[in-house]
């Protein structure tokens, strides 16, 4: 390519960019069988994976008029995808948030995405699909500008649970808990439980399963499941895991707010889990969002001799009220 003349390299490109619009189906009037257009589904994608969407934000990040976002944004209150209120920090700004049609709708883009790329792969060999991959993370990172603005990928995203999730998270509770604390295979057991009960047992009305993954890394994970006791009234929140690669981007943090919020909006009165007093980490970020001891109790189910502990949200309490131990 490199003694072609610089016409006939633009015209290579844009003869890939038409061959790719059509065989991802850009062209169509509507973005994967749903009822929404392409950039409508990109604005999505990003309210779907920024802590604190902004509109300011979102149009620099996809290269949007404001005013074009603005009447994007007001469709999507009629539609009752998102809800907006004036941001804590500047009156000026609109704090911006998914409604649960909203995270709804976008699970199933997210699914309906996810099925259609696989299918395009499946018809080529693994090998060819390496060679794939590789080329286009060579053009992605080729076009990112050098003052670090250009396309860069978020730290992270969070998507819903897929075919295949499970199984690498009973894999990842069982290795790292056993090179980080020495504990046995109970603690896979555990998960293995947990996830299979998920599965058998899911309401996605009132539960929920968050990956975060970064180029399709697995970096952590959370459940937020009804209580057995009190499926109408209470939840538990289990198997909280942040990747070593991955500690430090506040994820942990985001996927305890994420059940929190969702909790809260689905109307569960209060949120209980069970820890162990050596993870710190996690204690703290439980001790942020208001959780109280109520329980522990020693043990050696994994092992080592630990404490258990319970802990508790009471989402009846005025949000931010909550004090901690």
Known sequence: MAHLPADRRVAAVRRFNRFYTRQIGVLNEHLLHSQLSLTEGRVLYELA????????????SL??????????????????LISMKASNGDRRERALTLTKKGRD?????????????????RRVTPEIQREMV?????????????????????PYLLRSHRPGDMGWIVHRHGVLYAEEYG??????GLAAGVVADFIEQFDPK?????????????????????????????????????????????????????????AREVGYRKITLWTNSVLHAAR??????????????AHRDYGPELIGQTWELDLQEREGQASVP
């Open 49 to 60: 994976h920024r802590k604190e969407p902004r509109a300011a934000a979102i149009a620099k």
């Open 134 to 154: 590789s080329a286009m993370e060579r053009i992605q990172h080729a076009l990112v500008e050098p003052s670090g603005q250009g396309p860069n990928p978020a």
């Open 63 to 80: 290269g949007i008029d404001a005013g074009y976002l603005s009447r994007l944004l007001r469709g999507f209150v009629k539609r009752g």
């Open 206 to 262: 009132r539960e929920r399963c968050w990956i975060a993954e970064r180029e399709g890394e697995f970096l952590g994970c959370v459940f937020l499941v009804k209580h057995p006791e009190a499926p109408d009234r209470v939840a538990k929140l289990r198997l909280l895991l942040v990747e070593p690669a991955a500690r430090g981007l506040g994820l942990g943090s985001r996927l305890v707010d994420e059940c929190v919020s969702f």
């Open 284 to 297: 703290r970020i439980y001790q942020r969002n208001g959780f109280r001891l109520v329980h522990e109790r």
């Open 183 to 188: 504990w046995n295979e109970h603690l896979e």
């Open 105 to 121: 709708t976008f699970a199933t883009l997210d699914a309906r995405a996810h099925e259609e790329v696989a299918g395009m792969l």
